[in-house]
């Protein structure tokens, strides 16, 4: 994993947390990283992740377009 290192400016109100989750999120929904991934990114657990991505305005089916979702219950 790579390290990044960000100049956030002051008027934005979130600590670094706050930051990191609206990062990983982000990512997340995009379809660039797994949920575990984002969790680590985070640093803390997937199911906490999972648990705190309401709170960022997102869920784990973020992800998923309809289309997929219809395929994985017709697989399952």
Do not use: C, W
Request: proline share 1%.
């Amino acid at each position: 994993m790579r390290s990044l290192n960000l100049l956030v400016p002051d008027q934005i109100d979130l600590n670094d947390y706050d930051l990191k989750m609206a990062m990983a999120v982000k990512l997340y929904e995009t379809g660039k990283i797994s949920v575990g991934q984002a969790a680590e990114i985070v640093g803390i657990s997937k199911k906490a992740f999972i648990e705190v991505m309401g709170h960022y305005g997102s869920s784990l089916l973020a992800g998923y377009s309809t289309a997929d979702l219809v395929n994985d219950l017709a697989n399952a």
